[in-house]
């Protein structure tokens, strides 16, 4: 499966951003998709993940409450809302996905990776 995300941007504190990532492949609805980031000069960490059946759903402590993500497989196409953005928000995000039904928040889990998209949340 290859993976584009894209929809990010400079937001100001306090904004909200919507990204999206766009799978090729008839089998999308079968992966668990995620987001992750990396912020300048920092290791990339799980945000979130979302299995197929879309009853598995997982967030980073530092995102909760703040993000959802949602899927919709008939557009092959994962979502991360991100609502009330701080400054630390900033950095690339990248979706990726995974056959796997463990592990789900550990990067190396997952299979496919998309290029990534920048946030900037800008105080």
């Known amino acids: 499966v290859q993976l584009q995300a894209f929809g990010g941007g400079l937001v100001e504190v306090g904004g909200s951003l919507r990204l999206s990532c766009a799978a090729s492949?008839?089998?999308?609805?079968?992966?668990?998709m995620s987001w992750s980031r990396q912020a300048p000069g920092k290791e990339r960490e799980f945000v979130t993940a979302l299995t197929w059946s879309g009853r598995g759903i997982y967030y980073a402590d530092s995102v909760k409450g703040r993000f959802t993500i949602s899927r919709d497989n008939a557009k092959n196409t994962v979502y991360l809302q991100m609502n009330s953005l701080k400054p630390e928000d900033t950095a690339i995000y990248y979706c990726?996905?995974?056959?796997?039904?463990?592990?789900?928040?550990?990067?190396?889990?997952?299979?496919?990776w998309g290029q990534g998209t920048l946030v900037t949340v800008s105080s």
């Open positions: 990726a996905a995974t056959l796997s039904s463990r592990g789900l928040t550990t990067l190396s889990t997952y299979d496919y």
């Open positions: 492949g008839r089998t999308f609805s079968s992966y668990t």
